[in-house]
């Protein structure tokens, strides 16, 4: 089951938080950035959790700190 968390900012921002199931099943429509790998409560393996960054049919461009989080992401 997929879940997320999120809430639209502004008419052309979108924020939030999703899971690696929602990012799966949407991945055509947003654009996301890796944020962190988290423990659930009653899972054995760790989630995949992703921060919305925009609706995707605007700019499919990631700003350049987006890259840079990722790389650092990487490095932890």
């Known amino acids: ?3 997320t968390i999120w809430k ?12 690696a199931e929602t990012c799966r099943l ?3 429509r947003i654009i996301v950035r890796e944020l962190d790998r988290v423990t659930v409560h009653g899972r054995s ?3 995949v959790i992703y921060e919305l ?3 995707a049919g605007g700019s499919t461009t ?3 700190w987006v890259g840079a ?5 990487r490095l932890y």
């Open 1 to 3: 089951m997929s879940r």
């Open 8 to 19: 639209r900012s502004t008419r052309s921002t979108v924020t939030g938080i999703i899971d």
């Open 26 to 28: 949407v991945s055509d």
């Open 45 to 47: 393996a760790r989630s």
């Open 53 to 55: 960054i925009a609706l």
């Open 62 to 64: 990631p700003a350049a």
């Open 69 to 73: 989080c990722e790389d650092g992401l």
